[in-house]
């Protein structure tokens, strides 16, 4: 089965309102019918290092954005996947989204936050897969977000309950980190044997790739870092297999299917 990613990038601001002007400017120029647009960690929201720009305005902010975007995604029949910090019930959480055709919406609280997240941001408690509807199919995928490239673990976890795609969402800048970072988005393919779509902010000091990662370990595509672009990829799920997942010691080590019914909703 063929299936096509729309790999944007771009460099948010911390106004939620550019924010969202800048990713529907994506969306109108890259526009198919069932296409997967992906968009970095924080893209909506904004993001940054120090947290006091998240009021109580930006939480009102994101959520008519979200609305908004809901609409566009059913208007186009597009599948979209983004980052935002969001509110809930009293907490702030670093968060990856999914809104679908239909303007279904999933979000993904990020489980293993950053140091200096952690006083603010509360974590999320579930790795858990969603579905995304293509036509009369449908692709089991999930969302991991920024650190979350440093635990091998929650990637094969995803993998075993089914994930045939992996979107990863990160805000990261820093050169020293580049080289570092792609190899573990490498890895992370070709041991789980499953693409992997990686989206960053646009920037000079890049500290990972925007790219499209297949189970092989191969870099399908890459985008130019400092460049605000949205690029159409194809790529095959006829590629992902289970061979090396399956050939796991679990009697040495294992990690654990999810006991709860894997298809339901992050």
């Not at 968009?39 to 940054?48: A, K």
Request: charged share 25%.
């Amino acid at each position: 089965m063929e299936i096509t990613i729309s790999l944007a990038q771009f460099k948010p601001t911390l106004s939620v309102e550019a924010n969202l002007q800048k990713m529907l400017e994506l969306v109108f120029s890259s526009k198919k019918e069932n296409d997967i647009m992906v968009m970095p960690e924080g893209c909506l929201s904004g993001y940054s290092d120090r947290f006091d720009f998240l009021t109580q305005k930006v939480a009102r902010d994101v959520e008519k954005a979200i609305v908004k975007l809901q609409a566009v995604s059913k208007k186009h029949q597009l599948h979209l996947i983004f980052g935002s910090c969001i509110f809930e019930d009293g907490d702030w959480y670093n968060a990856g989204l999914y809104i679908s055709p239909s303007g279904n919406k999933q979000i993904y609280k990020k489980v293993n936050l950053a140091m200096h997240e952690r006083d603010f941001f509360k974590a999320g408690k579930e790795l858990s897969c969603f579905h995304l509807e293509l036509g009369e199919k449908k692709v089991k995928v999930a969302i991991q977000l920024c650190r979350e490239i440093r635990f091998p673990e929650q990637w094969k976890l995803l993998s075993l309950n089914g994930a045939e795609l992996i979107f990863y969402l990160t805000n990261v800048i820093g050169h020293e980190k580049l080289a570092i970072w792609n190899a573990h988005l490498i890895s992370r393919a070709a041991e789980n044997q499953r693409f992997i779509i990686s989206s960053n902010i646009a920037h000079e000091e890049q500290g990972c790739s925007s790219m499209v990662v297949s189970p092989s370990g191969k870099v399908i595509k890459q985008l130019n870092s400092i460049e605000e672009t949205v690029e159409r990829i194809h790529v095959d799920l006829m590629e992902v297999s289970n061979w090396y997942l399956s050939q796991s010691r679990t009697d040495l080590v294992s990690v654990e299917k999810m006991t709860s019914n894997p298809r339901r909703s992050i």
